[in-house]
Each structure stands twice: as structure tokens, then as C-alpha cells.
């Protein structure tokens, strides 16, 4: 008797450590990770693109880097003059890092105050005097004079470029 219940305490104990290794992944057919997905050339190209606001057809000098140490790559290309880079994680899709051309300042949509606010970064209309604006459909003529010298720029609001005529 004393035999027959120590050969069942023995089993038990034995059932239970099996039950044990198995069920904390021991011994037992190993489990597959979940398959990462990285994205597609274009994928990545659609991210870049959609973000900046343009369709693909519209850019120039497109170029896609690997980055393998940070798990991004880098999509830069061109809209007319204007250079985009993003790094975009390779398994995500997040835009981890962006450079785009500037933009208007946060709540400045009028376009006389976004042609002002270009003159104010030249050099020479830090002492403008006889300022004049002549708003005409989308561009902004700006003449002003500083010191001896008269200045003339265009200030294109599509574009968001001030050009010096």
C-alpha cells in the first residue's frame, strides 16, 4: 500500500513537471514569430509623396537609401527647385524624420503678410523705407528702398517664392 502510493505520488509529480517544461515552451514543437513586413520601393515612395502633397509624376531626382543600422531608408526627390528627404521605417511605414521647404507660419494665410514675412529675411530690408505692396492675381509686387539703393522683389503665392527683379 505504502508502495502503490508513493509510485502514484511519483507519477504525479512526474506529470506535473512534464505538464511544467511543455507548457512554458519547453520540449514542445516551437512556435513561428510573427512575419515582419518590409515595405516596397514604392510603398515608401507613396508615404513620402502623399505626405509632401503631390503625386509621384511630379518629382525629380528620386533616390531611395538604406539606412540598415536605424532599420529606415531615405526617400529624397525634387518639386521644381524644392528638395524633400524622409526617413521612413522600413517595417512601419512612420515617417521617422522629414526635411521639406518652409512653410507659412502657423496661422499666417494672408498672402501680403506671407510676401512681408519673406522680405524681413533679406538683408537689405532691414532699412527699407517707402515701402510699396501691389497685389495682381497670385503675385505680389514688393518695392522698397534702403539706404541709396531702390529694390524690387515678386512674391509668387503659389510657389511661396520671392524672387528679386
Not at 528627404?85 to 498672402?111: H, L
Amino acid at each position: 500500500m505504502k508502495r502503490t502510493r508513493l509510485l502514484v505520488l511519483l507519477l504525479c509529480m512526474a506529470l506535473t513537471a512534464m505538464f511544467a517544461f511543455t507548457a512554458c515552451g519547453g520540449g514542445g514543437e516551437e512556435t513561428a514569430e510573427p512575419e515582419t513586413k518590409i515595405l516596397s520601393e514604392e510603398e515608401l515612395l507613396d508615404i513620402a509623396f502623399n505626405d509632401a502633397g503631390f503625386d509621384i509624376t511630379a518629382g525629380t531626382d528620386i533616390s531611395i537609401s538604406v539606412a540598415v543600422e536605424t532599420g529606415t531608408r531615405n526617400v529624397s526627390f525634387k518639386i521644381g527647385d524644392a528638395e524633400y528627404s524622409y526617413d521612413i521605417d522600413v517595417n512601419t511605414g512612420e515617417i521617422v524624420n522629414s526635411v521639406k521647404p518652409e512653410t507659412a507660419p502657423a496661422g499666417v494665410t494672408d498672402p501680403v503678410e506671407l510676401a512681408m514675412n519673406e522680405c524681413e529675411k533679406l538683408e537689405e530690408f532691414r532699412n527699407a523705407s517707402n515701402i510699396n505692396v501691389v497685389p495682381q492675381d497670385n503675385l505680389i509686387t514688393i518695392t522698397f528702398d534702403s539706404g541709396s539703393e531702390s529694390y524690387e522683389y515678386v512674391y509668387d503665392v503659389e510657389a511661396g517664392t520671392l524672387t528679386k527683379q
